[in-house]
């Protein structure tokens, strides 16, 4: 289920743009070679005494699937069991591992079994359990705490949760994505396997969190913070791993609640902002109010989110302006605009942009008033709530000037020593790399009416996945969960296995239909750049011709 607006798609296609301004093009980082003990030794030695334990330690938001039943579960088979008794056996770090035509997963110490539906890469499985967002002197930490305090405890109370793996249900299903929703298809996320997923979003662990509110009454929201994955293009302000933070806030049934929201709304803090609100009518079919709401409240909880988000944005700017030198400050107030948007879990639906420092109309979160059957399968009947959803990185990458989101990856001591917790510094770009790029082209096999990976961007829709939060609304297309003969992000899969964070970005440079047999041939050119050295020739032309033969043994595409 997706709108057709074309206003979406524009909005959607200037996100897909984005770039930082006022920062000069720098290497990329290579992260993947790092221990993955690292995140976790590191963040202890770096806490201080009185960091707080992360609630996640003391409060359980998942909702406890046991894989190894799961699996046991889906298969009768001896084999299978022995299969799985070595997986739980194996002393590993994340690996995938294959045995006589079967394969699994060690996924921070749990077994998962393969089945049809798992398109893990080992590349993506070297990311989990990094939990930047522990450090404190990271930047994804630093942004993830000055946003924490835009949300007050006691009202709000803060999680992170570790473990990326969820069930489809919590990820879509609870949240009432449609059977076909693009989101879903596996082109667009990282299966483990049918039952299980690497989360694609914070609201993966909303419906936890709701019932964690419905049996902790005397808190009246939450924040989320987690590392969340998409199979997506490659650029700068693309990564298959970003981080999410997401928000919400209750109001249980009283009598008069519009007035009492509308007083909360009152003690909302002022911000300088100059905002003008295009998504005030909830009276049509394009962004309705919910059948069981009452308006009056809904206009308040709106009002109320609103402002909450308002303050949050006026609050990154602000401290985003103190980091510049004197000079290039400027008092000019930053400027917001609120839209209509589409979500499957909310209606209505907002999304916010900002013109940043002068810049062009940038999409920064979306968000809305949450779906009843929501808050009732939550145990929070008769309550009502807002809930927003932001990808740390973009704020992260407008806040410290970061202008490639593999940065944020890197171990080099160059790019860590820059950040101390609590503070806002503008990144120095520390060294600059030369570029390599290769182009690759290839004729995609015969399938009748094969989607175009350029027409899925040009089609007028949207998918209810923010860019702002992280995804790239110009992506999905409902062809897409069709099976098509070449998906765009197949190759970009295969890129990444082959040369994790060596390449800067992966372009489709041309596309052409043969005038007699009508084969498609598509040409991509890869930017291959390292943020630490200068790579060889002979080390790119080996990545470039593994690249090729992946692509022929995996898609049978014909190399031209
Ligand atoms: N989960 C949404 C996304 O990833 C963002 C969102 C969160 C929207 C909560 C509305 C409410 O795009």
Request: proline share 6%; net charge negative; hydrophobic share 35%.
């Amino acid at each position: 289920m997706r709108l057709l607006k074309t206003g979406a798609f524009v909005r959607a296609a200037q996100a897909a743009k984005f770039s930082v301004p006022s920062c000069s093009r720098i290497p990329i980082s290579s992260p993947v070679t790092v221990p993955s003990r690292w995140a976790s030794s590191q963040a202890q030695a770096q806490a201080s005494p009185d960091e707080q334990p992360f609630p996640e330690q003391s409060v359980n938001l998942v909702n406890e699937v046991d894989p190894a039943k799961t699996a046991a579960a889906s298969s009768q088979s001896g084999d299978h069991a022995r299969f799985e008794k070595k997986l739980q056996e194996l002393d590993l770090g994340n690996e995938i591992i294959r045995e006589n035509g079967q394969s699994g997963a060690k996924i921070l110490g749990a077994p998962y079994i393969f089945d049809q539906t798992s398109n893990l890469s080992s590349s993506i499985l070297d990311l989990v359990g990094r939990n930047l967002y522990d450090h404190p002197d990271h930047p994804i930490c630093i942004t993830r705490k000055l946003i924490e305090s835009c949300f007050e405890e006691p009202t709000y109370k803060h999680f992170a949760m570790g473990n990326p793996v969820v069930t489809v249900r919590d990820n879509f299903d609870v949240l009432g994505f449609p059977a076909d929703h693009p989101g879903r298809s596996r082109t667009d996320t990282y299966y483990v396997n049918s039952t299980h997923l690497l989360r694609t979003h914070t609201s993966a662990h909303q419906n936890a969190a709701f019932q964690w509110l419905a049996n902790n009454p005397s808190s009246k929201g939450y924040t989320i913070c987690a590392d969340v994955y998409r199979r997506d293009s490659i650029d700068r302000s693309h990564f298959p791993v970003f981080h999410q933070m997401e928000g919400a806030r209750v109001w249980e049934a009283q009598r008069n609640r519009a007035a009492q929201i509308e007083r909360n709304c009152e003690e909302m803090p002022k911000t300088g902002l100059v905002v003008e609100d295009q998504a005030t009518d909830f009276t049509g079919t394009a962004n309705p109010l919910q059948p069981e709401h009452n308006p009056d409240e809904v206009y308040q909880v709106a009002r109320h989110l609103k402002l909450s988000l308002e303050y949050l944005v006026s609050r990154i700017f602000e401290a985003s302006r103190q980091s510049l030198p004197s000079a290039a400050r400027t008092d000019a107030p930053m400027q917001a605009r609120w839209i209509e948007a589409y979500f499957p879990f909310t209606s209505p639906s907002f999304e916010l942009e900002v013109l940043w420092h002068g810049g062009e109309w940038l999409e920064l979160l979306g968000c809305g008033v949450v779906k009843q059957g929501i808050l009732n399968k939550a145990g929070l009947n008769d309550h009502i709530s807002w809930a927003w959803g932001v990808g740390i990185e973009r704020f992260a990458m407008l806040l410290f000037g970061i202008p490639d989101i593999r940065l944020f990856w890197s171990t080099d001591p160059r790019f860590l020593k820059q950040f101390t917790r609590g503070k806002i510094t503008k990144f120095e770009p520390f060294s600059k790399y030369p570029a390599c790029y290769k182009d690759i082209a290839f004729w995609i096999k015969p399938v009748p009416s094969a989607s175009s990976p350029l027409g899925s961007q040009s089609a007028h829709t949207t998918s209810g996945v923010a860019a702002a939060a992280g995804g790239d609304a110009t992506k999905a297309s409902p062809a897409e969960t069709q099976p098509a003969a070449f998906h765009e992000n197949d190759i970009m899969e295969v890129v990444r296995d082959v040369a994790g964070s060596l390449v800067e970005d992966v372009k489709l440079v041309d596309e052409f239909v043969h005038p007699t047999t009508g084969r498609k041939s598509l040409c991509y050119r890869i930017n291959y750049r390292s943020l630490e050295r200068t790579l060889t020739n002979e080390e790119v032309n080996g990545l470039h011709e593994e690249v090729g033969r992946r692509m022929k043994d995996l898609f049978g595409v014909e190399l031209r």
